[in-house]
């Protein structure tokens, strides 16, 4: 890690601990909430929030990631990393395996007392054409099938490098045109893995694409090109692996609104 030429710096006071790869930098991390409440882009808004500021010309990404159940609360305090640590130690590895990821820029921890509230990472902006939820659900994009085997060459090199991203879903992934053709760039990277992946892990990697029988085919087939695995078999397992995720992600969501349809439900009094 030490040919990354991060300055890493760290710090903690009463309430904020965070860690910065340029000293730079260290105003925008203690300045975090400010910046954030700021009425910047809002690019996505789900559990976590994403904020795009530019902030001394560069175009940064802000994420915030809030824990609101006292459990977890506790288990980020005292057993595990935050998220937003984890995404920053997670961003160094995968850069010095030398994979594409938007630069890491830092992140911060807010605590009240012993207990963390809440944590932001922050990275740079990345310039893309599109993620490959994109080329995934349109099939008519130009290039679909170039697009398609380089994604599986780059998710092979990934798993050459004993790289598992545990949430390699259609949004966490960024595809742009180079001159060499697509550069592929993974985000959301506070679940990862390191180390040996079996068979079995390598195609289940591509469930949560939630891609359709015929391109899953496609995919996979370029990706056993790569890897050497039998290419009728791995489609095989794909197809199935793919059909019981889609089941059972179905299963819960219908669990969910039939739950949900109860509690909205008037009382019959
Ligand atoms: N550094 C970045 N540069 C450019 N786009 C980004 C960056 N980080 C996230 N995004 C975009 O924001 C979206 C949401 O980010 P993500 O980290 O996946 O959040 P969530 O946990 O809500 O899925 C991604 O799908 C991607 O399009
Ligand atoms: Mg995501």
Not at 200 to 212: G, Q, T, Y
Request: glycine share 2%; proline share 3%; with cysteine.
């Amino acid at each position: 890690m030490n040919d990354l030429c991060i300055e890493l710096q760290k710090g903690s006071s009463a309430n904020v601990k965070f860690e910065v790869s340029d000293t730079y930098n260290r105003e925008l991390l203690l300045n975090i909430k400010h910046l954030f409440e700021r009425n910047f882009k809002v690019m996505h808004k789900a559990r976590n929030e994403i904020r795009v500021i530019t902030y001394s010309g560069k175009k940064l990404v802000l994420k915030s990631f809030r824990i609101p159940s006292p459990v977890n609360r506790f288990a980020y305090s005292f057993i595990r990393d935050s998220k937003a640590k984890r995404s920053f130690d997670n961003a160094l590895v995968l850069k010095s395996l030398e994979t594409n990821t938007p630069e890491p820029v830092g992140y911060i921890e807010f605590f009240s007392g012993k207990m963390i509230k809440e944590s932001f990472y922050v990275s740079a902006y990345s310039e893309s054409d599109f993620t490959i939820r994109t080329v995934l659900l349109d099939k008519e994009i130009e290039n679909r099938d170039e697009i398609l085997k380089e994604f599986a060459e780059f998710t092979h090199s990934l798993h050459a490098k004993n790289i598992y991203h545990k949430d390699y879903s259609p949004g966490n992934i960024l595809v742009k045109k180079v001159n060499s053709g697509w550069k592929f760039e993974i985000v959301d990277i506070n679940r990862m893995r390191f180390g040996k992946i079996s068979y079995k892990n390598r195609i289940k990697n591509f469930v949560k694409l939630w891609a359709d029988d015929d391109t899953m085919r496609t995919i996979i087939r370029e990706y056993a090109s790569f890897s050497g695995d039998n290419p009728a078999k791995a489609e095989r397992d794909a197809l199935k692996w793919l059909h019981s995720y889609k089941a059972r992600i179905n299963f819960k969501k219908r669990l969910k609104k039939l739950a949900k349809r109860k509690k909205d439900a008037p009382l019959n009094v």
